[in-house]
Every structure is written in C-alpha cells, then in structure tokens.
C-alpha cells in the first residue's frame, strides 16, 4: 500500500518548508546574483558588473592569504585533532573507574559560547598577566615568555591551540561510537596474534575507521570555512592579516568597507567550496552504508 | 603441544603481566588527567580570577581569593549590560527551541511516514542545509530583514536561528521516527483515530526523546550564537549574551575581575545543562557524522 497523501503531508511540511525557504534558501541564491553587482549594502543603488567581482577576487592577495590561513587551519586540525582524538577515544572506550567524568570533561569546551571561550583564551594569552606567561615564569622558561597574540609570528599557532582545545573532544565523541561499533571478537584474536595497542591502533581500528576518518577530514575542511566568534574575538584577523581567515575577511568586506557585492561573491565562493564537500561526504557515508 | 612453567616460571609471569597491567593503568590514567587538567584548567583560573580585584590579581594570580568579591558579578549584572543580556538570551532561545521543536517534528512525521511528491527533493534539500555555512546568507538575510523591517529585534533573530536549526532537528526526529513500528499507527486507525490526529495523539508523543534531545541541542546553539546576533542586532538593549560578552571586552578591558565574572554568567547556563543532560548533548552533536543512512 503506497498511497500518495499530498495534502496531509504538506500541510505538516508546510510551517517548516516556508521558513526554510524565505530564511535558508532565499539568501543563498539571492546571494548569487548580488555578487554581480558593484553595491554598497545601505544605498539601493547597484551597478551591475557582470563576473568582475570574481576577477578581482582571485586576484586578490590578502582574499588569497585568507584562503590559505583557513585552509592551514583545516590541515591542521587533521594532523593534530584527529590522532589526539583517536587516543583519547581509545582510552576513554575502556573499562576503567572515571572514564565517565573524563569523557563529559574533553567534551566540555564544545559547550561553552566561542566568545567566552575566546576572552578566556586572550587572558591566558596576556603578555604580563596572563597565566601562560606566568607559567613560564615560574619553571624558569622567561625566554619563551612571549605577546602569543600580539606577535605575527605566533598569533595564527596561538589560535590555532585555542581551536584545538574546543574541538579535540567534539572528534572524541564520535571516533567512540564509531568505535563501539567494530566487533569485539576482532580484538580478541588481535590479542590472540599477540598485537600490543599500537599495532591493533594501526593494522585493525584505523583500517576500520576508513570511513569515518574521511568524513572527519571533510569537517575539518568545512568547518574552518564555517568557523567565525573565535578568531574574530581573538584577534580580529591579526596583523597583516596574520590570522585573517576567509569568515571574517568577508565580515569585514560586508559590513566594514561596505564592499557588499564583493563580499556576496566571497560568499558564493565558500558556499560552492561547501557544496563539493557535501557531495563528497554523502558519497562516502553512503560508501559505509552499503557495506 | 603444551607448555608447563614450573612454580618460579609461573610467578616472574604473574609478575610480569602485573607489571604491564599496573603500566597501562598508569599511562592511562597519566594521560587523561594531563588532558582533563588542560581543558579544566582555562575554565578554573577564570573562576578563581572572577572573585578579585585587579590588585588582587595582579599581585596573587594563583593564590584563592582573600575575599570573595561578588561586586563584581554585580558590576557585570548591572554596569555592564550582561543582565539585560541574559534575559533577552533566555527569551530568543526558548522561543526559538520552541518553535523548532514543533515545525520540525511535523516535518519529520511527513518526511518519516507518507508519500508525496516531491519527498526526495525536499529531504536533501533539507539534508544538504546541515552543511551550508551560516556566514554566506548573511548579507541577503541582513537585506531581508532590513524589508521586513525585522533588524534589531529579536523576531529578526529567531526566524533566522529557527530556519538554520531545521536541518540537524528534522534529520534527528526523522532517524527517530523511521524506528517507530508502523503496526502503533495502524492499530491506532482501526481504533477510529483520524489521519491528521495520528501526528498529535500519537507519533509526537511516541518521538518525544528525541524532541528533547533536538531542543536540549539547540539551547546550547542558539544561546551561544554570536555571528548573526552581531550583523542584525544593533541596540545594547536588544543585545543576546554572546552579543554583549564582546561589547563588554571592549569597554572592560581594563578591569578582569568584571569581566571573568561576565564570561561566566554566559557560560554556567550551558555548563549546567550540560552536565545533566552529557550523553544526550554528545550523541546529538555527532549524529550528522555516525549516523549511516
């Protein structure tokens, strides 16, 4: 029995299908046609100009150095966040007294509001007060004291650690479900082999985590084109835009310089960029679906 | 083939896996807490320092605080906006959460249950939508709101965090649903109850937790929300916390004792609920990235 039920069901649908469109849908594609435009944002006056935004843009160093910046960001976050993720969930997977309380504690960050979580981090990061400075005084390491946010050369690793706090126990979470999720008998007859931890990590849970590695890897890239509260608290896009990234170089675009039409076809770039990795990760989620 | 061990063989054995079992309960714990230390530690000294006065903390940063200055919660509260802050959070986010939870779950139970035109359509429209970045409809959203003459109220805020919260909410309830035994319906039609009444009387009900967990999620989204709160809220008085958390920095800079106290105001909610909602919160969170469908 398949009976269509057209009217029953849009009308269940329908609350949500007209905020979705006037609210989600509606900007995203008027966006592309604003990118055409030369437009200030307040003034109702656009001069159309064709694709001459898109020219300007990829020509367009400090656009290119935000690009890189949020790419490095992604990279980095691959390198770091996932192997760290993979030991933590590892550990936390096991049987032990008090892995409860240490997974709700690696969660945590994730739940606190970036911008608290990023004049917390300015403090630690204070030249004379702060306690990372502090620290180093106390063990004798006064050479490594350091303006961490005000130095070109260490603002963009200083976020970079900040970010690494928020996001390690997100990652966590889920290689643990994914983990729970390979049969234990597995293990057993790795035990059996006589495999020691580092060699079942190696040969046996990151062959099986293939999937959703890759998934992660795709998260790390669109979520540092997402990621805005922390850099722009921070920092603010640094000097020379040493931690300028694409987000808030379209913010400062849109709203400080008033270049709206450019800052649309900013947009319309991170919004394709999104929808290749949307693609990609809804072929590889259906890759672990089938098997 | 076996293998004897006489009785000293059998004991350097025992003693050995004793050894390796004490080591890796050693490094296990080692670890974890080296870590715990870390992500406690930021949280931690923000507490201690929102209890001092600038002397205090400049002289004794590590020390406990002397006297507990609550004035400076006050200060905060009062002087520095985080009061009226707080109020309208509570206000946007219920609201907000509310109507979610709502037009998402009737959406779900279509999406989940019947058949019509055009379903496959609206699934990965919806689908793809949990993947978007917010950032790039924020200037023909501004100009939207702008001609709904929606900017700088709080209206204009939860229509946005609604639409965008959607996705991850329908996607939840739906998966929640699909494992709801279609035979409940079905009795349900024999006993007379009527095909629009089946939503209410029976499949919200029935999908409940996840409804909760969908708005337990969203609290924590939409509470900490700064970007959009920051391009279409223009007034101190209409301010959201993460909103008035960064005015604040502005003007307080100077003084840390307000301003710690201010960072945790906006965080304890969501620290609360949190810790008693943990398992809830962290399963919600990676859903759109275990789930396998």
């Known amino acids: ?98 892995n409860g309380t240490f997974s709700t504690i690696v969660f945590l960050p994730m739940v606190i509001s970036l911008v608290a979580v990023g004049i917390i981090w300015r403090w630690l990061y204070d030249p004379e007060y702060g306690a990372i400075n502090l620290i180093l005084g106390k063990i004798g390491l006064q050479g490594l004291q350091h303006a961490w946010l005000g130095d070109v050369n260490t603002a963009f690793l200083s976020v970079l650690a900040t970010i690494n706090w928020v996001y390690i126990g997100f990652y966590t979470v889920i290689f643990m479900s994914a983990l729970k999720g390979i049969s234990p008998e597995i293990f057993e007859a790795a035990k059996v082999d006589g495999f020691n931890e580092f060699q079942t990590t190696l040969r046996i849970r990151i062959p099986m985590l293939k999937e959703t590695i890759g998934v992660m890897f795709i998260m790390c890239i669109s979520g540092s084109f997402k990621s805005f509260d922390l850099i722009w608290v921070m920092t603010g896009g640094g000097q020379v835009n040493s931690t300028e990234i694409v987000t808030t170089y379209l913010y400062r675009m849109a709203f400080r310089r008033m270049e709206s039409g450019y800052a649309s076809a900013i947009s319309v770039t991170i919004f394709l960029i999104c929808l290749v990795l949307i693609a990609l990760q809804l072929k590889l989620m259906k890759i672990t679906a089938q098997e | 083939m076996s293998i004897c061990f006489n009785r000293k063989e059998k004991r350097q054995l025992n003693d050995y896996f004793l050894w390796k079992r004490k080591r890796n309960t050693f490094f296990h714990y080692s670890f974890l807490s080296f870590y715990a230390i870390i992500v406690i530690f930021p949280i931690f000294w923000v507490l201690v320092n929102s209890l001092k006065d600038n002397l205090e903390i400049f002289q004794n940063p590590w020390a406990l605080p002397n006297i507990y200055r609550w004035s400076n919660y006050i200060k905060a509260w009062y002087e520095g906006n985080i009061g009226s802050a707080f109020f309208n959070s509570v206000i946007v986010t219920i609201i907000s959460v509310v109507i979610v939870g709502l037009v998402a779950s009737m959406a779900a139970y279509s999406l989940s249950r019947l058949q019509f035109a055009g379903k496959k359509t609206i699934f990965y429209l919806f689908l793809g939508g949990m993947y978007v970045a917010p950032v790039t409809s924020l200037i023909p959203l501004l100009k939207l709101l702008r001609n709904l003459n929606l900017v700088n109220t709080h209206w204009g805020l939860i229509f946005p965090y609604v639409a965008f919260a959607l996705p991850l909410s329908i996607f939840i309830i739906r998966s929640y649903m699909l494992g709801i035994p279609k035979t409940v319906e079905e009795a349900a039609i024999v006993d007379g109850v009527a095909p629009f009444q089946l939503f209410w009387k029976i499949m919200f009900p029935l999908s409940l937790p996840s409804v909760y967990t969908v708005v337990i999620l969203q609290i924590v989204y939409i509470w900490n929300e700064f970007l959009f709160a920051l391009v279409f809220l223009r007034t101190s008085n209409k301010f959201t916390l993460p909103r008035a958390l960064q005015v604040f920095q502005g003007s307080f800079i100077t003084e840390f004792g307000p301003l710690n106290a201010a960072v945790l105001l906006a965080a304890i909610p969501t620290i609360i609920i949190y810790i008693i909602f943990s398992e809830r919160i962290r399963n919600g969170m990676a859903i759109g990235f275990s789930s396998n469908e």
């Open chain 1, 1 to 98: 029995m398949r009976k269509k039920n057209n009217v029953v069901a849009y009308f269940f649908l329908f609350p949500a299908l007209i905020m979705f469109v006037l609210f989600f849908i509606y900007p995203n594609l008027e966006v592309i046609y604003l990118s055409l435009f030369k437009w200030a944002g307040i003034s109702p006056k656009k001069t159309f100009i064709g694709f001459y935004n898109f020219q300007v843009l990829f020509s367009d160093l400090d656009f290119l150095k935000a690009v890189f910046n949020t790419l490095m960001i992604a990279f980095q976050s691959m390198v770091v966040q996932v192997p760290m993720a993979l030991i933590l969930a590892i550990l936390l997977n096991k049987k032990m007294k008090g």
